[in-house]
């Protein structure tokens, strides 16, 4: 996990406050959440539980109503509760930290007389580790559509920024594997180079596997082949563009590529409020005058 500024964290803060998620399979392995780490903590007790979801002011668990969570969480008196988070980090380390709260609700789950839902209201701002986590994915997903369009030229540089292992990958094109070259990427889609014949290519469904280091995962989307344009010189060699299901696009993947357009756009930041500040400097400087003082000539005597 990088390291957000307060700035940053705030920004989150302030932006998805109340924006809730809930922990599918997708979003528990691009964030990492390793539910057999999640705990209720309450009356001095503590039990496992099933995280449902999270925002940044409150939190859903599910836990039996024959267990001792339930009688604690249950009691009259509403007693503080922590509900203790725990996400893998890239480099194996785990991070794990307490959130307190009170109950705020108690509901069936899905109207079973086994299983409630428990709505804990969070009694003070979370953790900044809670807030920049679950914020990149929230942050992932805004740009996903507003930047959907933004392309990625597939360089050495971009290709070490973005994570991926090798600018070579995979494309499935009707149940048949195909070796191509990535030659750019965006939210929405991705250019490769291939051998096939356009015609043959062209509107078919495809599936596209990346390999992404830290973490060390392969990546696949669906979508399809809008357009495969022969390279000039070439008859059996395409450029094909794939138009992703932007409803099975995973969630890692917005978060590798949301990741470097965010760096990119604080690198032209700086730059720009670097080259401002040399303007502004020049600018203050005292201009010299043009008339210099000279020293009267000696005269023989």
């Known amino acids: 996990m990088g390291i957000a500024t307060s700035q940053q964290l705030t920004k989150y803060y302030d932006q998805y406050r109340d924006t809730e998620i809930t922990f599918t399979k997708d979003i528990i392995r691009a964030l990492g959440l390793d539910p057999r780490q999640v705990y209720v903590k309450c009356n001095g007790g503590q039990w496992p539980c099933i995280i449902n979801s999270t925002s940044f002011q409150l939190a859903k668990i599910i836990v039996g109503t024959k267990g001792g969570a339930f009688q604690a969480l249950a009691a009259k008196d509403n007693p503080t509760v922590n509900i203790r988070f725990c996400f893998n980090e890239q480099e194996g380390e785990t991070v794990t930290f307490l959130v307190s709260a009170r109950v705020a609700k108690i509901q069936p789950y899905m109207n079973s007389k086994e299983l409630v839902v428990v709505s804990l209201q969070f009694t003070q701002r979370p953790p900044d580790d809670l807030i920049e986590i679950v914020g990149k994915l929230l942050e992932a997903n805004a740009n996903a559509v507003r930047r959907r369009e933004e392309r990625v030229v597939i360089n050495e540089d971009s290709k070490r920024r973005l994570g991926l292992a090798k600018e070579e990958c995979v494309v499935i094109v009707q149940s048949v594997p195909r070796h191509c070259v990535l030659r750019d990427l965006s939210f929405s889609g991705a250019k490769v180079i291939l051998i096939g014949l356009s015609q043959f290519l062209a ?99």
């Open 203 to 301: 509107n078919k469904d495809a599936i596209l596997r990346l390999e992404f280091n830290e973490p060390s995962e392969v990546v696949s989307i669906r979508g399809t082949i809008v357009s495969a344009d022969l390279i000039q010189g070439r008859k059996d060699i395409c450029a094909a563009s794939i138009k992703f299901d932007e409803q099975f696009v995973p969630l890692s993947y917005k978060m590798h590529l949301n990741d470097f357009l965010t760096a990119v756009r604080k690198t032209q930041l700086s730059t720009t409020d670097q080259a401002s500040q040399q303007r502004e400097a020049q600018a203050q400087q005292p201009s010299q005058s043009p008339i210099q003082s000279q020293q009267a000539p000696t005269l023989p005597e």
